[in-house]
């Protein structure tokens, strides 16, 4: 009766083993697309990454390099390091402008950042954290004046 006992609890074991195994390979099979890495304008210059790998691009528009033509729009990122030139054909952020903070989701092919999705900051005293990150590292982030509304 033990040992009956004894090998039901085993096989109830390798079982719960094996259906977390099972989960887990499921769940990094979908999400393989879904997790892009955030790079300053400094690592890609760097290191630049393969021709197909999606990523997140993130630093200041740089200043005078905005060019909009229809829904393309041209214009360089840069973390006070180095700046990369990125192509975005789409309908901007309303708070997308020069000297901001912005995040791009794409692909860096040829030397240029081919962006698919643009984030801006969302008000007047926010920048995501990377990129906060990436521009301190460079030593050129700036905090927003404590004396505002605190709003």
Do not use: C, W
């Not at 905005?66 to 840069?78: I, N, Y």
């Not at 006070?80 to 402008?97: E, M, N, R, Y």
């Amino acid at each position: 009766m033990k040992s009956l006992k004894k090998q039901r609890r085993i096989q109830v074991i390798v079982l719960a083993f094996a259906a977390l195994a099972l989960s887990t390979a499921l769940i990094g099979y979908a999400m393989r697309d879904g997790i892009n890495y955030f790079r300053s304008p400094s690592q890609v210059a760097e290191a630049p990454p393969a021709a197909g790998e999606t990523f997140r691009l993130g630093g200041l528009v740089e200043d005078g390099s905005l060019l909009r033509a229809g829904d393309r729009a041209e214009f360089r990122v840069t973390d006070g390091g180095a700046a990369i030139p990125v192509v975005f054909s789409g309908i901007l952020p309303d708070l997308f402008a020069e000297n901001q903070g912005m995040i791009g989701t794409g692909r860096y092919i040829n030397g240029v950042f081919e962006a698919s999705e643009i984030l801006a900051k969302h008000d007047e005293t926010y920048m995501p954290k990377e990129v906060m990150d990436a521009l301190k590292e460079q030593g050129v982030y700036q905090a927003p004046d404590a004396g505002g509304t605190g709003g």
